[in-house]
């Protein structure tokens, strides 16, 4: 346990009404407020209430739906999300130490406007951004930007094709993190100087081109923001197989994994520290965050029975790429520290229901945690990527200008 | 008749020559805490709105960054949904630029903030057709500019196609009855033209304003054509009371054709205020604002972008130089930044002509053609000015443009707006809950 450092990494991953399709339905939600602010204000004080690390919030182009490649007419799952920057960006202000991570998808937005805006969340929450970066592999999201032909990774046969399909659109998404880093390197930390006799507010030889080339665009900088408080926010990205483990390795801090036991939770290490080798990782190590759908019950009957009823609501079981916990608090405690003996840095929980599990989480599972000695009591350091463990790194050009 | 209400909008000092960086108190142009402040101060004075400017790639001079001026802002869009959780009622506006955004994403993210700051939302969109900006883009800088507002045009039309695509009531959100939202296909939107081919389904229910207010800043025909059609504000440069009077008979003039009424786009000049304890305090003080905003360097740099050549030999305080302007040179020494100088020989004539009348230096030259002040005087005098112009139809009202990072609203919010509600020309409460109400505009079919 030792050598993975005294304390486990918590994140919550906020969605809708919670990550069961039927959450919405619990007496508890609040699914008539899913677009208003307040709901997610109070889901990211309740995250710090816990002393979380961070919070993500799930996005995508396309309208949800119980269909893995296609829109859906179900009327009786919560469809309807807002823009998770902006959620994000609106939580800053109202909240102190908590991690915001939105998802931005890499697919069809422009990687300068990504790294600008990532750049300015750190800005306004004052060191406290992230940015989950995603593929998008919803094929309708093509028609609704308009502008260019992509192959459909769903009507590839499974196999070579349409892996190399998705590996273009995973390539893409290297290169958007490759323009965000430099973006964000692109003004040295001191280009500001203000200095009045030559009546110069920066120092331009502080201030660099990014000059990025690649397949789908270039991008010729530099920033239009100075370097924010992390320099560099954390960029996390969520892998279930090869090309999302080499994205991760190549250009993430953080990667997230769905293992489905301890011995699951052994072989997605090994294989992000192959994932690292193959594509030549340089810096530290990517830290490993296992996602898990929780549901949480004061004893683990009444949350198989919880779940049950949220499945005879929606009309069939849950179905989640991550493992699901349905267990009482003192349950999930267990499962957390068995598996992070097993390598991992820290937990991306699911909540089943808003507010409901994240609740649980707070005020159940983590003083558990705490009294473990597992997590800290209180928030120490302004930055995410302090809370991480991550030193803020040097900027490339420092000592570079003249 | 009651007198017409003034509407005044704060816009964050920002990335020009305007904006006083070199005092003591001049603060952060990029930490949160400043827009904060401005942002409060401005809604303490019962502000219509704020708002902020754009500039994707920073502004060039003689083939290098400009480095004389503020440089370095935060996203737009991300600053005012975080203005959203420490205001309350004051509109909240983004300028977004048509070419180098999509339709789709962009409707996604003014309904998200429309949403989040409970109807406060607005863009100001603005056309730039030019391949230096695009050089950080996808699609790079291959717009013909002739198609500049055929683009424009297109995408708003397609931005509200998506906004309307969510009926009011889709989101039902029945427990009891097994319903989050109402049978039928939620989100569905079709735009078809020559710039935008685009469908899908939106995920984003029908946001409070239905539209978030639109602001243009076109001022060219075709730019007031397409204000005239689409625009609810007009952010304009005419501040002067006889420009200002001609601009607002024209663009009000055109709205008849397209179905609209006068007060269906207000017109809001940006201005800026010198206030003093008396009108020679005044004056002392705009004048210590000209020389901090035309330093020695940035008047040589003014002056190069007319003549369109290296001057960085002649002295600030000299004559202005004997030759005439390289007009090739005019075209590339300044990029990023919108010209207004059509003719640079005629310019050039024109300033030589005077700086020789009144035996001006350069900086001081300078200083006269760039001055910006719209009204300098004592608070009372500031508000008579402000009222007349808005009664006698010159404006609507003002955008001010403080010369200072953060503070440089304190004095007018806590002198002028009182003497304009004494006049009864300005609101003491907000009285609606949307920006589209406050700045009485009619609602969204």
């Known amino acids: ?41 109070d889901l990211a004080r309740t995250a710090e209430r816990g002393v979380l690390d961070y919070v993500t919030i799930e996005d995508a182009f396309t309208l949800q739906s119980a269909h893995p490649f296609r829109p859906d007419d179900r009327t009786d799952q919560v469809r309807g999300r807002l823009d998770a920057a902006l959620i994000a960006a609106r939580m800053a202000p109202a909240t102190a130490h908590l991690g915001l991570v939105p998802t931005i998808t890499t697919t069809h937005t422009e990687p300068f406007h990504v790294g600008v805006r990532v750049a300015s969340l750190d800005w306004v929450s004052r060191g406290r951004a992230g940015w989950r970066a995603q593929v998008q592999r919803q094929h309708d999201e093509v028609a609704q930007f308009g502008r260019r032909h992509l192959s459909d990774p769903a009507a590839a046969p499974p196999g070579p094709e349409r892996d190399a399909v998705v590996q273009v659109l995973f390539d893409e998404a290297a290169d958007g993190i490759e323009v965000a880093r430099r973006l964000w390197d692109s003004w040295e930390d001191d280009a500001e100087i203000r200095d009045r006799p030559t009546g110069r507010f920066v120092d331009r030889d502080r201030l660099h081109p990014i000059d990025f080339e690649g397949r789908h665009f270039s991008v010729r900088g530099p920033s239009i923001t100075p370097r924010s408080p992390q320099g560099q926010p954390p960029v996390v990205v969520l892998a279930h197989a090869r090309p999302a483990f080499e994205l991760a390795a190549g250009g993430a801090d953080i990667v997230l994994v769905t293992p489905h036991g301890e011995d699951d939770v052994r072989s997605v290490v090994r294989q992000v520290r192959a994932a690292e080798a193959a594509v030549g990782r340089t810096g530290p190590p990517l830290l490993v965050h296992a996602d898990l759908l929780v549901l949480l019950e004061p004893d683990a009957d009444l949350a198989v ?18 493992a699901v916990v349905t267990a009482d608090p003192a349950g999930l405690v267990e499962v957390l520290l068995r598996w992070r003996s097993a390598g991992l840095d820290g937990f991306r929980l699911r909540p089943a229901r808003l507010p409901a599990d994240l609740d649980a989480i707070v005020d159940e599972v983590v003083p558990r945690l705490e009294e473990r000695g597992v997590r800290p009591t209180a928030y120490e350091g302004q930055t995410l990527r302090g809370r991480l463990g991550l030193e803020r790194p040097a900027n490339r050009h420092a000592g570079a200008g003249a | 008749m009651a007198p017409k209400q003034v509407h005044l909008a704060a816009h964050f000092p920002g990335v020009n020559s305007t904006t006083i960086w070199n005092r003591p108190e001049s603060g952060s142009q990029i930490d949160f805490s400043s827009f904060a402040h401005l942002a409060r101060t401005a809604e303490r004075g019962r502000f219509d709105f704020f708002f902020l400017a754009e500039g994707l790639r920073l502004r060039e001079h003689r083939g290098q960054i400009f480095d004389l001026d503020v440089v370095g802002r935060p996203d737009s869009l991300t600053v005012l949904s975080a203005l959203a959780a420490v205001t309350e009622r004051i509109g909240l506006a983004a300028t977004l630029n048509t070419t180098f955004n999509e339709p789709y994403e962009l409707a996604r993210q003014l309904a998200s903030l429309d949403h989040l700051s409970g109807g406060r939302a607005a863009w100001n969109a603005v056309t730039s057709p030019d391949a230096f900006t695009g050089e950080n883009f996808r699609r790079g800088g291959f717009l013909d500019p002739a198609l500049r507002y055929e683009r424009a045009q297109e995408l708003i039309e397609a931005v509200q196609a998506v906004w309307d695509s969510w009926a009011d009531d889709a989101v039902a959100a029945d427990r009891a009855g097994g319903r989050f939202v109402r049978p039928g296909t939620v989100g569905r939107f079709v735009h078809r033209g020559d710039q935008f081919a685009i469908e899908g389904r939106s995920t984003v229910p029908r946001s409070p304003q239905r539209h978030p207010v639109q602001i243009q800043a076109g001022d060219s025909d075709a730019g007031r054509e397409l204000a005239a059609r689409h625009a609810e504000v007009i952010f304009s440069r005419h501040a002067s009371y006889d420009a200002g009077q001609r601009f607002y008979a024209d663009v009000k003039g055109r709205l008849a054709r397209y179905g609209r009424r006068p007060e269906d786009l207000k017109i809001i000049p940006a201005a800026v205020a010198v206030l003093g304890d008396s009108a020679a305090d005044a004056q002392e003080r705009a004048h210590q604002n000209h020389l901090d905003q035309v330093s020695p360097q940035g008047a040589i740099a003014f002056l190069e972008q007319v003549w369109g050549t290296d001057l960085s030999a002649h002295d600030p305080d000299g004559p202005l130089p004997p030759f005439d302007p390289d007009p090739e040179g005019t075209e590339r020494i300044t990029r990023g930044r919108v010209r207004h100088e059509k003719d640079p020989a005629a310019v050039a004539q024109r300033w030589r002509q005077r700086a020789e009348e009144k035996q001006l230096s350069i900086r001081e030259l300078v200083i006269e053609v760039s001055a910006r002040e719209t009204f300098v005087g004592t608070a009372q005098q500031v508000a008579e000015q402000i009222d007349r112009h808005v009664q006698e139809d010159a404006a609507d009202g003002f955008i001010l443009v403080p010369p200072l990072t953060p503070h440089g609203l304190d004095e007018f919010v806590a002198t002028v707006v009182p003497e304009l509600q004494d006049r009864g020309v300005f609101r003491t409460e907000y009285e609606h809950e949307t920006l589209r109400e406050n700045l009485g505009l009619p609602p969204v079919a």
């Open chain 1, 1 to 41: 346990m030792e050598e993975h450092g005294p304390h486990i990494h918590l994140g919550v991953a906020l969605d809708g009404a919670g990550w069961h399709p039927a959450a919405w339905r619990e007496p508890t939600a609040r699914p008539g407020e899913v677009f208003d602010a307040s709901y997610w204000i």
């Open chain 1, 305 to 322: 029975a919880a779940r049950a009823g949220l499945d005879d609501l929606d009309g069939q079981p849950l179905r989640s790429d991550a």
